[in-house]
């Protein structure tokens, strides 16, 4: 078990205004530990900062911005009474679907910069001061189920791809200065960022069909695993990609028999 493990996580998570980090933010509060959203929108965690004065502090910033993420950096030092120990990186815009013929290099770059760069300029803002410092610390990574079963998907598969590369990179880097670096790869998860304004109800009934536990997952069941990465209890992991899917990437190769067999109960309950 790590020396520090009974200290409280103090956790910057990028992306923590909305989904999945907003979710992780809520457990690392609900478990008595420090937390600091990082956003480019911080409208939606506004209730929860209410809600847990001195223990959370959100900053509106782009993740692109080295410059800015610094600011926030020093800013979230004076702001936190305990040493930040965790960085779980999850921001990242959606993707437009389109074929790479009528693909532009704008909408790749942007996807691309927004999930791989940004998660790259976190680590080495966020990440670097946490492996400079005395303590232990966890580092996670949001990959997507996409990096593993891409389909036409493009940009937003290769940069959630190249996220998994550089998890492994940054798990060997900083291996002996006590940081661990983890990704985690969800399924589709009910929040803004699939529910977008242009996917139907037909879409989504398809992601549905493809998903073994016949259901989205909600954001509090990814963010449980992000904690478990982020504590003591995972003390030896470092370099993996846990995959947490209702099933959708083992079942991927079972569409040409005809979809799943599906029970009268009904999908798997959350
Ligand atoms: N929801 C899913 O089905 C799903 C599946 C696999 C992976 N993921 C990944 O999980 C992570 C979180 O997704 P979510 O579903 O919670 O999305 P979300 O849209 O609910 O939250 C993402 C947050 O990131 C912020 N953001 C976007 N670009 C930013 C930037 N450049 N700088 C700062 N903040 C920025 C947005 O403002 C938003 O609050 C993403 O990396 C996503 O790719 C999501």
């Not at 492994?168 to 006590?178: C, P, V, Y």
Request: with cysteine; aromatic share 6%; net charge negative.
């Amino acid at each position: 078990m790590n020396e520090n493990a009974s200290d409280p996580l103090s956790v910057v998570v990028t992306g923590g205004g909305s989904g999945i980090g907003l979710a992780t933010v809520e457990l690392v509060l609900q478990r008595g530990g420090y937390a600091a959203i990082v956003d480019g929108d911080v409208e939606r965690a506004d209730p929860l900062v209410r809600g847990y004065p001195g223990r959370l502090h959100a900053f509106v910033g782009n993740v692109i911005d080295e410059q800015r993420m610094r600011q926030v950096s020093e800013e979230i030092g004076q702001c936190l009474s305990v040493s930040v120990n965790a960085l779980v990186n999850c921001a990242g815009a959606p993707s437009v679907a389109a074929s790479i013929e009528d693909d532009t290099v704008e909408h790749w770059s942007r996807i691309v910069e927004s999930h791989l760069t940004g998660t790259y300029v976190s680590c080495k803002v966020f990440g670097s001061a946490i492996a400079g410092s005395s303590t232990t610390g966890s580092i996670v990574n949001l990959a997507s189920v996409v990096a593993l079963r891409p389909g036409p998907v493009l940009a937003y598969g290769a940069a959630k791809s190249g996220i998994i590369n550089l998890t492994e990179s940054l798990a060997t880097h900083w291996a002996t200065a006590n940081v661990r670096v983890n990704a985690v790869a969800p399924g589709w998860t009910d929040t803004p960022f699939v529910r977008r304004t242009d996917r139907t109800e037909k879409d989504l009934q398809t992601i549905i069909d493809a998903t073994p536990q016949a259901r989205m997952l909600q954001p509090v069941e990814v963010a449980e695993v992000i904690y478990f990465l982020i504590s003591s209890a995972s003390s030896a992991v470092t370099g993996a990609t846990i995959v947490c899917d209702g099933g959708y990437v083992a079942g991927s190769g079972w569409a040409p028999y005809g979809g799943f067999r599906r029970r009268a109960s009904g999908a798997a309950r959350p």
